[in-house]
């Protein structure tokens, strides 16, 4: 499975943007790029994916790089609710449907 | 729409009993994920079922097996206990293999071995 990198830690302020970075440099042409996010007791949920382009949902906005060996996960306006675990996880066609999560980035949101 | 379900909340078992942990799929779900989460770390995953049939595997040994009912509800077994099982235990559900939309989880299963 590529593996991704990511920051083991960020703080923000809340109703600031987070930048979340995750480097990919191993990224094949099938995998897709995916986020969760773990709030704390519970499971992971969706945040956002993309196999290319950038991409925006009701959540976050995913940025990626040209060369695809890297993406930033975009929380336009952090609040109190969207401390968390990050995730990024790339996601192979050909290994199936399975999500391959490394240590994801702890987020911390500053009233 | 009920979302995925999970039970028990919480398990405590001793070294070398056997455990069975269960999992509701979110409506219209076919595919059922289960992932092992230890303390600090991200998920890791063990293996999927796919309409009732076992369809990739992570590495756990053969004392994780699983099944998947035709309503799409899933179970877990872990026999033979050991102290490093002890662990959150999650299922995931999604709604169609091929087309690798986003997975739901259920809140987990905290099993401690003593």
């Known amino acids: 499975d590529a593996k991704t990198t990511q920051p083991n830690s960020m703080e923000s302020n809340e109703e600031e943007p987070v930048h979340l970075p995750c480097n990919h440099s191993t990224i094949s042409g099938t995998d897709y790029i995916h986020w969760y996010r773990q709030l704390p007791s519970q499971g992971p949920e969706y945040v956002i994916h993309g196999l290319t382009s950038n991409v925006n949902n009701r959540m976050a906005s995913l940025a990626i790089a040209e060369d695809r060996k890297s993406s930033t996960l975009i929380l336009h306006r952090a609040t109190l609710r969207d401390a968390a675990v990050y995730y990024c996880?790339?996601?192979?066609?050909?290994?199936?449907?399975?999500?391959?999560f490394g240590g994801g980035t702890r987020v911390l949101v500053k009233p | 729409e009920t979302g995925v379900t999970q039970s028990p909340t919480h398990l405590i078992k001793t070294r070398g009993q056997q455990v069975t942990l269960r999992c509701s799929s979110q409506s219209g779900h076919n595919t059922v994920s289960w992932y092992q989460q230890a303390l600090g770390q991200g998920p890791q995953f063990i293996f999927q079922y796919y309409r009732e049939e076992e369809n990739g595997r992570g590495n756990f040994p053969p004392r994780f097996s699983g099944l998947q009912f035709p309503n799409y509800s899933s179970e877990l077994n872990v026999n033979a206990l050991e102290l490093d099982d002890s662990a959150l235990y999650l299922c995931?559900?999604?709604?169609?293999?091929?087309?690798?939309?986003?997975?739901?989880f259920g809140p987990g299963t905290r099993l401690t071995v003593l």
């Open positions: 996880i790339l996601m192979d066609r050909a290994a199936g449907n399975k999500l391959t």
């Open positions: 995931a559900s999604s709604s169609d293999f091929l087309s690798y939309n986003e997975q739901f």
